[in-house]
């Protein structure tokens, strides 16, 4: 996909807040410090559009961005070990599920995991979440530059047994450094766009 404008359209804690366009949304959903925002910025060929932090649980918002004129990208705040209290993390909980559960424009969440380790607890449970309710998705495993490439299927495997992904949801090897995969998720996020 030739991306010629791309930009922080809006950022939203609540419906209201949420675009008021009918334009499709892809959501973005992992945990802390996997390389969302890497992910996006590889995607749209910037360098500095989403931001990345070395500090996990930065994004502590949905992130709307705007691509074409024609979708959105929506980063939703990571899960996991970001050192936010117990009542802040029920909030972004919320948060998540409301707009998962209820935005018609939402046509796919992309979820998003290191191919380095197996998928943690808040990944099988945030991919059984997405399976209940119905949401297409598409397994990004990020960081794969930093394994071996005879290692990804193996990784991929290991994925893929742990999140008992169903046969038809993709599972794409990404690299935010090399570009591997970009294509790839591009073909797939095609289907929904």
């Known amino acids: ?5 791309a930009e922080l359209y809006t950022v939203a804690v609540s419906e209201e807040q949420y675009p008021t366009t009918n334009l499709p949304e892809i959501a973005l959903a992992g945990r802390s410090n996997v390389g969302k925002s890497s992910f996006i910025n590889k995607m749209l060929n910037r360098k500095k559009l989403a931001h990345t932090s070395q500090k996990p649980g930065k994004t502590q918002t949905l992130n709307f961005y705007i691509i074409n004129q024609r979708f ?11 050192k936010i209290s117990k009542k802040e993390r029920e ?3 919320k948060m ?3 707009y998962l559960k209820t935005r018609k424009q939402l046509k796919a969440v992309l979820l998003i995991v290191d191919i380095r380790h ?3 607890k808040d990944d099988r449970m945030m991919y059984d979440w997405l399976k209940h309710y119905g949401i297409p998705t598409i397994v990004i495993a990020t960081k794969c530059d930093k394994i071996a490439k005879g290692q990804w299927e193996k990784q991929k495997k290991i994925i893929k047994q742990t999140l008992q ?10 690299s935010a450094e090399t570009g591997q995969g970009k ?9 929904f766009l």
């Open 1 to 5: 996909m030739k991306i010629t404008q």
């Open 183 to 191: 294509d790839e998720a591009w073909a797939q996020l095609a289907k």
């Open 96 to 98: 998540i599920e409301t």
């Open 165 to 174: 992904l169903a046969p038809d949801v993709p599972l794409i090897a990404f």
């Open 118 to 120: 197996e998928p943690t």
């Open 91 to 93: 909030s972004w909980g």
């Open 72 to 82: 959105y990208f929506v980063d939703v705040p990571g899960y996991g070990f970001a």
